[in-house]
């Protein structure tokens, strides 16, 4: 159990994972910053017990929640599909098929919700995006796009009896039903629709753009897309003063070793598991070499999400086909991989070093000293190239030979370690 001591520098730099829930039942306890959490005045007993209960980074039990079906990998599931938005303009525009737009946007036209609670990004992009509850098609339709950053929650409470969907990452949909369940807050959320969830960046990740393209550091953002164009996109960012920046989606993910969050690195939640539907990309050569656009993932986690895709399915709003658990598992393997199990070997490395971790509860691995290594390896480049020394880096390479350099390490670093990575992840 964490107590006042606990709640330190430490704390909310490496266990925290910036949901921002703590701010919003506590709001006389703790404040956000820069969308960093902080301990302003200590808790008490009773308080602690409570936020013991509802903060991601103490740890949440990912057991066997009492679903049909329970995988150790992706929590409850119902169905697995791959799908689209049959909205041509929508489907090009989202970050993969444009699903959770037109879910969203289905909720609201059918009246099973009044507002959606989602992070909104208002026409400057040098602020970060906030979380706002919006019913304005447009609105919701803009905001479609990845947000590689956490936006901490800011307004959830409202005791009104306005019907929400709330959309979030797996941390903040996980802490909001504990707070739920426990009778902690008032709310009316009807539905829990969220992204599945790799490596997100510390929101000082633009720096590092703007490091490898020699821009002013005091530059305004004009224009900012992570994932514009056919996908799987390209960054699209345009600096007053300078020429629209484009690069493609697997070069800009250089920028993940420089700026990855700890909260990314310990997480053990890569589908969302206490969302009611799920979707993130469908990484399959199957669909990744179509020239038909975007195409999503998509997991209902329980029948109540079921039933909303064949809604829409039947009223053509999506595209959708079931695939087996087997296959969805496989077009993220990696991923899964390194939620799951490898969190678990970074979880003991970080207490080597006396750094807090969430005590997350999830099926155990069997260590293994080949494994140690490779995530030893990994957590070594991540540490050095976070670094001020290691962000030199982006200051005296191109873009686009980083991008180079980082794509064909990553396929290498995957292939050379596929085997013990892969090892008995079917049955775990």
């Known amino acids: 159990m964490v107590n006042n001591k606990d709640l330190n520098k430490k704390f909310f730099h490496y266990a925290c994972t910036k949901c921002g829930t703590c701010s919003l039942v506590y709001p006389e306890n703790f404040e956000i910053q820069n969308n960093f959490i902080k301990l302003i005045k200590n808790l008490s007993l009773t308080k602690l017990k409570t936020f013991n209960n509802f903060c991601p980074g103490t740890g949440f039990s990912y057991i066997n929640k009492n679903s049909k079906n329970f995988s150790n990998l992706i929590g409850p599931y119902f169905k697995s599909y791959v799908g689209y938005s049959n909205d041509n303009l929508l489907r090009k525009n ?30 400057n992009y040098n602020r970060l995006p906030e979380y706002k509850i919006t019913k304005n098609f447009d609105e919701i339709k803009n905001n479609s796009q990845s947000i590689y950053t956490k936006i901490p929650i800011k307004n959830l409470i409202n005791p009104q009896s306005k019907k929400i969907v709330f959309v979030g990452l797996p941390d903040q949909i996980s802490s909001i039903k504990q707070l739920i369940k426990n009778k902690i807050i008032k709310t009316n959320i009807q539905f829990f629709i969220g992204p599945m969830v790799g490596i997100n960046m510390n929101n000082d990740s633009i720096d590092g753009i703007k490091l490898s393209y020699n821009i002013k550091k005091d530059a305004k953002i004009s224009k900012l897309k992570w994932r514009e164009g056919k996908w799987p996109g390209y960054l699209g960012i345009k ?14 993910n250089f920028l993940l070793p420089f700026f990855c969050s700890h909260e990314s690195l310990l997480s053990t939640d890569f ?4 969302a009611d539907i799920s979707v ?3 990484w399959s050569p199957k669909y990744e070499n179509s020239n038909s656009g975007g195409i999503s993932l998509i997991w209902s986690k329980n029948s109540k999400g079921d039933r909303i895709l064949n809604m829409m399915k039947k009223k053509k709003i999506i595209n959708t ?13 990696h991923m899964l991989d390194f939620k799951k199990r490898g969190s678990q070997y970074r979880k003991n490395l970080y207490k080597l070093f006396n750094l807090p971790t969430p005590n997350h509860i999830i ?6 000293f080949s494994r140690y ?7 070594s480049v991540i540490i050095i190239l976070k670094s001020k020394l290691g962000k030199i880096l982006l200051l005296y390479f191109s873009p686009n030979l980083l991008g180079l350099i980082f794509e064909k390490l990553r396929y290498f670093w995957k292939k050379i370690t596929k085997n013990t990575k892969r090892e008995n992840l079917d049955s775990f």
Do not use: R, W
């Open 94 to 123: 989202s970050a993969s098929g444009g699903v959770i737009t037109e879910i969203l946007l289905y909720l609201i036209k059918s009246k099973k919700v009044d507002y959606v609670l989602m992070p909104i990004q208002d026409k």
């Open 239 to 252: 600096f007053n003063g300078y020429k629209k920046i484009k690069l493609k989606k697997f070069y800009y």
């Open 271 to 274: 589908s969302n598991e206490d």
């Open 280 to 282: 993130g990309d469908a």
């Open 321 to 333: 086909s079931v695939i087996t658990y087997n296959e969805a598992i496989k077009m993220h393997s």
């Open 363 to 368: 099926k155990k691995v069997n260590f293994k």
């Open 373 to 379: 290594v490779i995530e030893t390896i990994i957590l």
